[in-house]
Nanobody, 127 residues
Framework: QVQLVESGGGVVQAGGSLRLSCAAS????????MGWFRRAPGKEREVVAA????????LYSDSVKGRFAISRDNAKNTVYLQMNSLKPEETAGYYC????????????????????WGQGTQVTVSS
């Protein structure tokens, strides 16, 4: 069974940085794309970034381009999300997710493409 465990959330001032990690287990990590999503109170879950199984392709939501960076270490079965210049409106629960499709070349930004989800880690950005 696939398990995803996020860590690295916390409280940070506006303009600050955080690095989220997601440790995966239960299947061959390097064969599947990964994504980071977030859900703010009262809002729908939205994609933040996604990365292909090899790490060669990445996608970002327009709102985080240039500030966030997704990466993965297949030797450690871990995907990361480096978040810089954080804004108060980015306060949300952040979730990592694992693709349901083997070696999808272009990672998906759709929640429906992801079969497994972590429990989430809370990020609070104070103004």
């Amino acid at each position: 069974q696939v398990q995803l465990v996020e860590s690295g959330g916390g409280v940070v001032q506006a303009g600050g940085s955080l690095r989220l990690s997601c440790a995966a287990s239960g299947r061959t990590f390097s064969d599947y794309a990964m994504g980071w999503f977030r859900r703010a109170p009262g809002k729908e879950r939205e994609v933040v970034a996604a990365i292909s199984s090899s790490g060669s392709n990445t996608l970002y939501s327009d709102s985080v381009k240039g500030r966030f960076a997704i990466s993965r270490d297949n030797a450690k079965n871990t995907v990361y999300l480096q978040m810089n210049s954080l804004k108060p409106e980015e306060t949300a629960g952040y979730y990592c997710a694992a693709d349901r499709l083997w070696r999808r070349i272009v990672p998906s930004t759709s929640t429906g493409a992801y079969a497994y989800w972590g429990q989430g880690t809370q990020v609070t950005v104070s103004s």
